[in-house]
C-alpha cells in the first residue's frame, strides 16, 4: 500500500460526459500528479500541482483540468468524454523535488 | 527533449532464471534522476528504485539489481532468481528538473513455474 488513495476504482459512463477522479496523497507530500495509462499511448504526464499550485503540465487535453485543494487532495475533471479517454489514471504523490513518486491504485475510466 | 528506450517488449524465462532488463534513455541535461517501477497484474504502479545522474554507484538488494552506466546511457535492471511473483511490467522512467516522469514503454516480464 502507498499510501496514495483514489476514488472510484472503476468508472463506466458515456460519451459527453463529465466525470471527476479524486487522489489524496500520502500524509506529509505536497506534490500531486495525474497520469494516463492508455494501449496506444502509454504512460503519460498530465498535469502537477504542488501545495495547492499548478506546477507543470504535460499532453493535458483542453477538456480535462484538475486542481489541487487546500487540504492536499486533488481532482481531476474530464468533460466531453469520447471512446478515446478510456484510459487507466493514475495519481502519484511525492514529498517534492526529484524524490520518488507513489503511486495511487488508478482509477479505470471506461467511456462508451 | 527527453526519452526512454526498453527494447525488449516481453520477457518470458522459467523460475530460477535470472532476467535483465535493458533501458536506454537520452536527456540533454546533466542532472536528472531515473527510475524503475513495477506494475503486477494488479494495476498499481511500484516503486524500485531512483537514481540521480550523479550517482553511478550499483546496487543489489535481495534479488534485485541496477547497473547505471552514464557512458552508454543506460540504466538496467536484474531480477536474480525469478519467482512467479514478478510476473509484471516493468517501466524504466525519467526525469529532470520539472520532476515529471517520462516511461519507457515497459517490458512484460512472465516467469513460469
Known amino acids: 500500500d502507498s499510501g496514495v488513495t483514489q476514488t472510484p476504482k472503476h468508472l463506466i459512463t458515456a460519451t459527453g460526459q463529465r466525470v471527476t477522479l479524486r487522489c489524496s496523497p500520502r500524509s506529509g507530500d505536497l506534490s500531486v500528479y495525474w497520469y494516463q495509462q492508455s494501449l496506444d499511448q502509454g504512460l503519460q504526464f498530465l498535469i502537477q500541482y504542488y501545495n495547492g499550485e499548478e506546477r507543470a503540465k504535460g499532453n493535458i487535453l483542453e477538456r480535462f483540468s484538475a486542481q489541487q485543494f487546500p487540504d492536499l487532495h486533488s481532482e481531476l475533471n474530464l468533460s466531453s468524454l469520447e471512446l478515446g479517454d478510456s484510459a487507466l489514471y493514475f495519481c502519484?504523490?511525492?514529498?517534492?523535488?526529484?524524490?520518488?513518486?507513489?503511486f495511487g491504485p488508478g482509477t479505470r475510466l471506461t467511456v462508451l | 527533449a527527453q526519452k526512454v528506450t526498453q527494447a525488449q517488449t516481453e520477457i518470458s524465462v522459467v523460475e530460477k532464471e535470472d532476467v535483465t532488463l535493458d533501458c536506454v534513455y537520452e536527456?540533454?541535461?546533466?542532472?536528472?534522476?531515473l527510475f524503475w517501477y513495477k506494475q503486477p497484474p494488479s494495476g498499481e504502479l511500484v516503486f524500485l528504485i531512483r537514481?540521480?545522474?550523479?550517482?553511478?554507484q550499483n546496487e543489489i538488494s535481495g534479488r534485485y539489481s541496477w547497473n547505471f552506466q552514464k557512458s552508454t546511457s543506460s540504466f538496467n535492471f536484474t531480477i536474480t532468481a525469478s519467482q512467479v511473483v514478478d510476473s509484471a511490467v516493468y517501466f524504466c522512467?525519467?526525469?529532470?528538473?520539472?520532476?515529471?516522469?517520462?516511461f519507457g514503454a515497459g517490458t512484460t516480464v512472465t516467469v513460469r513455474a
Open positions: 522512467a525519467l526525469s529532470f528538473n520539472d520532476y515529471k516522469l517520462s
Open positions: 536527456t540533454r541535461d546533466t542532472t536528472y534522476y
Open positions: 537514481r540521480n545522474s550523479f550517482d553511478e
Open positions: 502519484a504523490s511525492s514529498g517534492g523535488g526529484e524524490n520518488e513518486q507513489f
